[in-house]
């Protein structure tokens, strides 16, 4: 039986220090006379955000600084809100992925007649909603070229995401230089959200020629810049590089798709109220060791790829480096190693297991199948 498969972008992406001096241009393209900029009252105290107004000139616009992490549906709602009684034609998410996603949740959820319940799942979201433009503030989500919003689901104490093709930008300007301020922490979060994004997608069962080479490409790069990056926060050449890896792992997993670390992230995320890139970081070790046994050779090429001497080793021993060199590129950048460091209660396990096990949307995606059971093992080696 023959296969095809899609390979899915924002519709027009722009890339590199002088990318945000762009919207200039794109506007008028795109026919925007009232944009509405989705961000958050950091980036705006920070001086961020006046990058994107010079470029809006004589405009009308309205700013939303309403954004948080780890945003829940209640923000979707009141910024919908502003979008509405503003007049507003278009959105601009400026900021991390929450930002971003917030202005993704509020383009699908404005043409709709219903709850914005309704629209979680996939390809509920029935029409294009107004234009969407996005810029990212961070080097971690990729969800400026991605087609899924996550939000905070507080009463279910879970993430829950708005999936479908008419969430993707119609443009996405990356560029390094609004990532200058992003506190050294958030570099680290956003940093390793990017591997998984990289790593799951190389290792999905949904991985083709094209989102492997954006992953292992990824892989290399956030290998050498994130420290980098890190140690120095106005390097900007590891910032350009993290926002190319980031970019590159973004649409390596916006068509691959993710898989174990991130299912088992939204319950201990969505319960404790753990940063979403931490949250990955934290388990990703120790989902890499328990998906080795399905993928040892793909497991040896990110070995490779992270810059492991891997020449005359068996596949199993370059795997086993890997887990070894992905535990370490974490320490370096200082993520806490432990849920227990986070205050997460032993006993709420087997009830995160018992969750993430029915996230069938990203586990499906996983190299190996897992049970309940198997998850709470992974959790526990986590602890």
Same mark, same amino acid.
């Given at each position: ?58 405009? /009308?616009?309205? %700013?939303? @600084? ?8 209640? $923000?979707?709602? *009141?910024?919908? &809100?502003? #979008? ?122 949904? /991985?083709?020629? %094209?989102? @492997? ?8 790069? $956030?290998?050498? *810049?994130?420290? &980098?990056? #890190? ?140 049970? *309940? ?11």
């Amino acid at each position: 039986m023959m296969t095809t498969s899609a390979f899915k972008i924002a519709n027009k992406l722009l890339t590199g220090q002088g990318a945000v001096e762009q919207l200039a241009h794109e506007l008028p393209r795109l026919n925007i006379t009232n944009p509405l900029i989705v961000t958050d009252a950091i980036l705006i105290k920070s001086g961020t955000v006046d990058h994107v107004l010079q470029q809006i000139g004589e405009r /009308a616009y309205g %700013i939303f @600084d309403g954004v948080e992490p780890e945003p829940e549906i209640a $923000i979707v709602e *009141a910024c919908a &809100k502003v #979008y509405r009684d503003g007049g507003h034609d278009s959105l601009i998410g400026v900021g991390g992925g929450s930002a971003i996603d917030i202005a993704k949740a509020v383009a699908g959820y404005v043409g709709h007649d219903g709850a914005l319940e309704e629209l979680f799942g996939v390809d509920q979201v029935k029409r294009k909603g107004p234009p969407l433009i996005a810029i990212p503030t961070t080097a971690g989500t990729g969800s400026e070229v991605t087609n899924v919003s996550i939000l905070s689901d507080k009463q279910a104490q879970l993430k829950k995401g708005i999936v479908s093709d008419y969430l993707l930008p119609d443009v996405a300007l990356v560029s390094p230089v609004m990532t200058l301020t992003c506190p050294r922490s958030v570099t680290a979060a956003s940093g390793v959200d990017a591997l998984v994004h990289a790593v799951e997608s190389y290792l999905s069962v949904n /991985a083709s020629p %094209i989102t @492997d080479a954006l992953a292992i490409g990824a892989i290399k790069l $956030i290998a050498k *810049a994130l420290p &980098k990056a #890190y140690a120095n926060p106005a390097d900007l050449k590891a910032r350009e590089d993290m926002a190319t890896a980031s970019l590159m792992a973004g649409m390596a997993f916006g068509n691959a798709g993710v898989g174990a670390v991130h299912a088992l992230a939204y319950p201990l995320g969505g319960r404790f109220n753990i940063a979403h890139g931490v949250s990955n970081a934290l388990l990703l070790p120790y989902v890499m060791a328990w998906n080795k046994l399905a993928c040892v050779e793909r497991m040896a090429e990110i070995a490779a790829a992270l810059g492991v001497q891997t020449h005359g080793l068996s596949d199993k021993a370059a795997a086993d480096l890997a887990v070894e060199a992905m535990a370490e590129l974490c320490a370096s950048v200082d993520i806490p190693k432990g849920m227990r460091s986070f205050d997460v209660p032993e006993d709420a396990i087997p009830a995160m297991a018992e969750e993430a096990s029915k996230i069938d949307r990203l586990m499906r995606n996983n190299p190996r199948r897992l049970t *309940a059971g198997d998850i709470e093992q992974i959790y526990r080696a986590a602890y």
